[in-house]
């Protein structure tokens, strides 16, 4: 079965910025899993030093920042379009990793509950360099950028950061924290510590304990467009046999209320769903998903007491390689629930597709139109349902079927992710 503060307050407000920015700046530019062997894409032909072929990194939202001693801790959600990069083969299974500034994503840092008109921090990025290790899965790379605060609409002075991120071991003051290798879904976790050193201001220097350590532990993923670099030595990996797919932060579900549509945000965070492919037609792979979890759809965003809970009875379809065409059957209950007490399922079903999804109620609206699976895994799936009306014998029927205008239409427009596992990706046969 496949079953969510004029001086002193100026220069604490400097300070903390500059402090902040130390934590939480480091990876901004990415965005939005000891050694594993299996990791390596082997076999004896190894590649020409000098080699070139592209990456991808982008970050997981269930990364940490910690500053302080004792720390104060942050949930750090960086999930975005990724930051691409190069890596050049240097031989035994390593490779260079550089990330362009001009490929960067870059964004500036607004902090939580403080308006961007009082305060928010500039990124001035240089070039990232480091390397990846295929056979261990060990990666790091020098972070070597400025960050310019900006305080009530003024540059303050822009301050030098460099760190590496690592996914060895790193060390401050009194903080050492550990990261993890790279596993065969290009799942890994970088960490750095970086001493904040004192400000100057006795004042700021007390209250902030300065100095003082700052670490990230962050949660990323590479993706590889152009395929692995090999291992020397280690078998080759064949070709996959199993998908991983999530869901985006940026998808929407839309329904009827009082004869008008209305579109929720939809936050795939926990969304995984793993699929085995049962069959490989001339590049058209047959898959079928025998665990996926779905979050809750939130009414309200960020508040979990108004919303309709998701569970899928089963997810089955095609993948093809060739032109990136997506279609899976999608069949689930969809429970809509208000505090603890749940209501009367609606049966949801529809085929999710990265083509031309139409409307079967309201064949005047323009149909949706996904798109088609890419060189980094990423595709955008939408789909239309026909969702019956509540039968009358069940409680709330007539102001579920009422307010919804039941039977009606139920949309889905979702920002997925696949990742090939037990191999290499499949190529188009022709």
């Known amino acids: 079965m496949v079953k969510s ?10 300070s903390g910025v500059v402090c902040f920015s130390l934590v939480l700046l480091t990876w901004a530019f990415i965005g939005c899993g000891g050694s594993d062997p299996s990791i390596s894409n082997g076999g004896g032909n190894e590649p020409l030093i000098g080699t070139e072929r592209g990456i991808r990194l982008t970050s997981h939202y269930d990364s940490l920042l910690r500053i302080g001693n004792p720390p104060i801790e942050y949930g750090y959600d960086a999930r975005g379009p990724g930051t691409v990069g190069t890596m050049t083969y240097k031989g035994g299974g ?34 990232q360099i480091g390397e990846i290790d295929f056979c261990t899965g060990e990666v790091f790379y020098e972070f070597d950028s400025k960050f310019q605060p900006v305080s009530f609409g003024v540059p303050l002075e822009a301050m030098s950061v460099v760190t590496t991120q690592t996914t060895g071991t790193s060390s401050g003051l009194f903080t050492e924290t550990t990261g993890r290798p790279m596993d065969e879904s290009g799942d ?8 904040v050193p004192p400000t100057g201001d006795e004042y700021v220097d007390t209250v902030l304990a300065l100095p003082t350590d700052t670490v990230s532990e962050l949660e990323v993923h590479f993706d590889f467009p152009d395929g692995r670099f090999p291992c020397p030595g280690h078998p080759d990996p064949g070709i996959a046999d199993t998908v991983r797919m999530t869901v985006g932060k940026e998808g929407k579900l839309s329904m009827a209320f009082l004869g008008q549509y209305v579109t929720y945000p939809y936050d795939g965070h926990g969304s995984n769903g793993i699929g085995t492919i049962t069959d490989n037609n001339n590049g058209v792979l047959s898959v079928s998903f025998a665990d996926f979890a779905v979050p809750v759809m939130q009414f309200i965003p960020g508040l979990d007491i108004m919303g309709v809970r998701i569970e899928p009875n ?14 899976l ?82 949309v889905s427009e979702l920002p997925v992710h696949i990742d090939f596992l037990g191999g290499e990706r499949p190529v188009c046969p022709y």
């Open 5 to 14: 503060r004029r001086m002193k307050t100026n220069a604490f407000l400097r």
């Open 94 to 127: 390593k490779a260079e990793l550089i990330f362009r500034t001009e490929d960067m994503v870059v964004t500036d840092l607004e902090f939580p509950f403080i308006p961007r008109s009082i305060a928010y921090v500039k990124i001035i990025p240089t070039d």
């Open 188 to 195: 890994l976790r970088m960490v750095s510590v970086a001493i």
């Open 314 to 327: 089963s997810l089955i379809g095609v993948i093809d390689i060739c032109r990136g065409q997506i279609a």
């Open 329 to 410: 059957d999608f069949d689930a209950d969809f429970y809509p629930f208000n505090g603890d007490t749940e209501y009367y399922p609606m049966s949801v079903i529809t085929t999710l597709r990265s083509g031309e999804s139409l409307y079967h109620h309201h064949p005047d609206l323009e149909p949706l139109v996904g798109s088609p699976l890419d060189k980094y895994g990423d595709a955008y799936l939408v789909g239309i349902a026909d969702v019956p009306e509540v039968p009358a014998e069940e409680d709330g029927a007539w102001i579920t079927n009422f307010f919804l205008g039941l039977p009606n239409d139920a």
